[in-house]
């Protein structure tokens, strides 16, 4: 056995805060690497040691193995864990670590090799007699709806619903582009694709003796673009008969080849049949892995290390720890649902939730968070900013407790999905554990009852601020007009909307008067309203020309609209602007061309993910200012279509 004392992670953000936890309450020292984007983020102050990783751009920064392997040297590191992305399921990468004198944290390179290859381990499944889908090599529309997959990668990238042959080809093409992007490897697959299904996963761990623990199944059906957003543990309505099957299942796919350390075999369930199927086998730890371990009372990422070092799971776990209760956990992303799940980038101005465990077991709320409050989400990474997850006796205790938890945060600067995952949380199908993959894909209808006090509240206090700014007439009331014919407007547009909203109100020597509520107390960051003889509390914050506003519902950001419009800010009639900072990796259409509604006229790559950006309207190109691999900033023009028939 060889102790491991000082561990480096190659990865970033709440990867690496979380596996610096474990490290710390085990007295092994920590080293973080970073990249230029990187440098002012809480992981790398949260690690013993840091070196910064240089010579590369910021997005390929992490993939760099050598310069990992020259930090580890630097550092004095003597193990490596590679977190749950980038190079964690490289096989050439485990290599390196190994040739290089230091301790793996991971399987070894050949089981990674057979089981990065979806094919190559479908392939292995079927023989040890695990069910598995296979589509015919020469389709049909009866064969539809079908499923192009990267063969190399994860994460919902490299893969294609196709319901129509027509677009088969070209779909193909897409997902074998953005596989290329993502994981350097552009090979796919067509698989049938299950309507309705749901996405039930094992964790499994096992040591270099040729043990195997199973702990149990997680239900990661709440997806949006084959990408989880909500999980839970264990996976609900299931027959304890087919859950016996699930973890047989799990425990041969991980005998099949060789494994060691923390694994997770990923299945498609299908309710209708009781049914399920091989999709993948993760040669890592799963971002959804706290839910396993607030059911189970177990630091996964201890037992890696403890495997890593020899020891047995015998040793580490002399009996099978039990599941208590239920856990749920919310992925927190800067997307914004309403506009097909943009990415968003910027300066997260507050980030902030209720009392909460960081990276550890609670019988209330952990938070595993790559961000806080000030920190900027860069365009180079995953759109993830934190995990929240809950413990609770009971499901739907567990449901409470995360849906308060995700109301109750303050989130401000950036669009998330916090909104629709609230919703979510509360639609029957998932309150009834019927859901499946497709629940994302129809409307939820999130609450904007909040909105129209919110706006109210932001008026007030911005006329507060005002007040508190000023440098002479300290006594005359705000708004103080001798003759009050017209009421003063605010002009303030919602986060992510495309029209302002105006909010009419008057102020004088008796306070402000708004419509039907009334203003009970106010200041520059608290507005107190009563509407329909409720009071409620409005926690106010400004940042720049935005005003975030936090309700006893919910939370509402705007920008505040200037009263005369800057020249410059006008952009032309019919302009395509970048929706978030990229790099233009096609032009599909030239100056001249003509464009149908729908059709693609700039391809924009950012975080990790392309954005087509198409025609709104039938019209001809008449300008053109981007080429591929311009880089772009949010709101820059991409093009420009002159609104008229095609031919």
Wanted: glycine share 8%; aromatic share 6%.
């Amino acid at each position: 056995m060889s102790l491991i004392n000082r561990l480096l992670v190659a990865n970033r953000g709440e990867i690496a805060a979380r596996v610096f936890a474990t490290c710390h309450r085990l007295g092994i020292e920590t080293v973080a690497v970073y990249s230029e984007a990187d440098a002012g983020l809480p992981f790398v102050a949260a690690a013993d040691f840091a070196v910064p990783l240089e010579g590369n751009a910021p997005a390929e920064t992490y993939l760099r193995g050598d310069l990992i392997i020259e930090a580890a040297r630097r550092s004095g590191a003597d193990a490596i864990h590679p977190g749950y992305g980038f190079l964690s399921e490289n096989a050439d990468f485990a290599r390196m670590v190994a040739e290089a004198g230091l301790t793996w944290i991971g399987p070894t390179p050949e089981s990674i090799e057979e089981m990065g290859s979806k094919i190559e381990a479908k392939g292995l499944m079927k023989a040890a007699g695990v069910p598995i889908l296979e589509a015919p090599e020469q389709p049909t529309q009866g064969d539809l709806p079908l499923l192009i997959k990267a063969s190399a990668g994860g994460g919902g990238r490299g893969m294609r619903v196709v319901r129509d042959l027509a677009e088969l080809a070209a779909e193909h093409e897409r997902a074998i582009k953005e596989a290329e992007s993502a994981f350097g490897d552009g090979t796919v697959f067509v698989e049938p694709y299950v309507e309705r299904s749901r996405h039930v996963e094992v964790q499994i761990v096992a040591d270099q003796q040729g043990s195997v623990r199973v702990f149990g199944t997680r239900d990661c059906s709440l997806q949006r673009r084959h990408q989880k957003v909500v999980e839970e543990a264990p996976a609900p309505s299931i027959s304890a008969e087919t859950r016996e099957q699930m973890h047989t299942a799990a425990a041969a796919a991980a005998r099949s080849c060789g494994y060691v350390g923390a694994g997770t075999v990923e299945l498609l369930y299908d309710a209708t049949k009781d049914s399920f199927y091989f999709l993948e086998m993760n040669t890592r730890l799963q971002v959804e892995h706290p839910v396993t371990e607030l059911v189970y009372g177990v630091d996964l990422v201890e037992l890696q290390i403890g495997v890593a070092e020899g020891r047995s799971l015998d040793e580490l776990l002399p009996t099978d720890p039990e599941p208590h209760g239920h856990a749920i956990e919310a992925r927190l992303y800067a997307e914004d649902p309403a506009n097909d799940y943009q990415p968003q980038s910027g300066l997260l101005d507050t980030f902030e939730f209720g009392v909460a465990v960081a990276f550890g077991p609670s019988a209330g709320l952990r938070v595993d968070a790559g961000y806080g409050s000030g920190d900027t989400v860069s365009t180079f990474y995953d759109a993830m900013l934190a995990k929240v997850i809950v413990w609770a006796p009971t499901r739907d205790q567990a449901n409470r407790r995360l849906g308060a938890a995700l109301r109750q945060a303050r989130i401000h600067g950036l669009v998330t999905n916090r909104d629709q995952v609230a919703a979510a949380l509360q639609h029957p199908d998932f309150v009834s554990a019927q859901m499946s993959t497709a629940l994302l894909d129809e409307p939820l209808g999130e609450a904007t009852g909040g909105m129209r006090l919110a706006s109210f509240a932001a008026a007030i206090a911005l006329a507060e601020h005002d007040r508190a700014r000023r440098q002479v007439q300290h006594q005359i009331p705000v708004a103080w007009r001798n003759v009050a014919s017209q009421p003063q407007r605010t002009e303030l547009l919602p986060q992510g909307a495309e029209s302002p909203i105006v909010v009419s109100w008057y102020g004088g020597r008796d306070g402000y008067r708004l419509d039907d509520v009334t203003v009970v107390a106010a200041s520059p960051d608290q507005v107190t309203l009563v509407s329909d003889g409720l009071a409620g509390v409005f926690k106010v914050r400004q940042v720049g020309d935005r005003i975030h506003v936090d309700g006893p519902d919910e939370s509402a950001s705007f920008t505040v609209v200037p009263r005369f419009a800057d020249p410059a800010d006008q952009v032309a009639a019919g302009s395509l602007l970048a929706p978030m900072p990229g790099v233009v990796i096609e032009v599909a259409k030239q100056v001249g061309a003509e464009a149908a509604t729908g059709e693609v006229v700039v391809v924009l790559e950012a975080m990790k993910m392309q954005h087509a950006i198409k025609a709104p309207t039938d019209g001809m190109v008449t300008a053109l200012p981007v080429a591929v691999g311009t880089q772009v900033a949010a709101g820059e023009v991409l093009a420009v279509i002159e609104e008229g028939e095609t031919k």
